[in-house]
């Protein structure tokens, strides 16, 4: 069976990953993704939907202090 949670790179196979992370003063969906996102996204508004939707974030606003649960691979 194949991980749904694996995808295929150039650079082989690298495993999705979570992390928590506290929203600072002046952080957007935006910067939060240039910061986050690897190449396994075809552009930062597939990531940031894809935050969007992990986060159940409707409006795409975030605010300070919010905890958001962002997806990387490694």
């Not at 929203?23 to 939907?49: C, P």
């Not at 409707?58 to 997806?71: R, S």
Request: with cysteine; hydrophobic share 25%; aromatic share 14%.
């Amino acid at each position: 069976p194949i991980n749904p949670f694996c995808k295929q790179t150039r650079a082989g196979t690298k495993d999705k990953q979570f992390t928590s992370i506290q929203v600072q003063k002046g952080d957007t969906l935006w910067k939060i993704a240039k910061k986050y996102m690897g190449n396994e996204y075809s552009s930062v508004d597939d990531y940031i939907e894809e935050v969007c939707q992990t986060n159940h974030i409707y409006d795409g606003k975030i605010t300070e202090d919010m905890y958001l649960v962002i997806p990387y691979y490694k």
